[in-house]
């Protein structure tokens, strides 16, 4: 079992930043590739970035590419999100969710995209870019 819980949630104004954290207790934190998703208001679960094991590979939704940046502290067993110029469309629950992998090779190259290749959840932090 992996625990997962999400902060650094807020409200905030058009292109200000946030960063939002995400610390993993229980099993090996280097077992698993880490990703984050948001779900906003009226909408269905979205695929934000992904990280795998070692940092090799960060993937990012189109709409987020450039300003949202993904990284992980293996040391620390943390997860980080740091979202720049913020729009209202950003607006949404953020999720942390952690995806075993299956090969040594994988600690570089998996970084899934897809909400049912991930095995576990944090609860999920709100986000709310406003004026």
């Known amino acids: 079992q992996v625990h997962l819980v999400e902060s650094g949630g807020g409200l905030v104004q058009p292109g200000d930043s946030l960063r939002l954290s995400c610390a993993a207790s229980?099993?090996?934190?280097?077992?698993?590739?880490m990703g984050w998703f948001r779900q906003g208001p009226g909408k269905e679960r979205e695929f934000v970035a992904a990280?795998?094991?070692?940092?090799?590979?960060?993937d990012y939704v189109d709409s987020v590419e450039g300003r949202f940046t993904i990284s992980r502290d293996n040391g620390k067993s943390t997860m980080s999100l740091q979202m720049n110029s913020l729009k209202p469309e950003d607006t949404a629950v953020y999720y942390c969710?952690?995806?075993?992998?299956?090969?040594?090779?994988?600690?570089?190259?998996?970084?899934?995209?897809?909400?049912?290749?991930?095995?576990?959840w944090g609860q999920g932090t709100h986000v709310t870019v406003s004026s």
């Open positions: 990280i795998s094991v070692n940092g090799g590979r960060r």
């Open positions: 229980g099993r090996t934190f280097t077992d698993y590739a």
């Open positions: 969710a952690a995806a075993r992998i299956t090969s040594f090779f994988a600690r570089t190259t998996y970084a899934p995209h897809g909400a049912n290749e991930y095995d576990y």
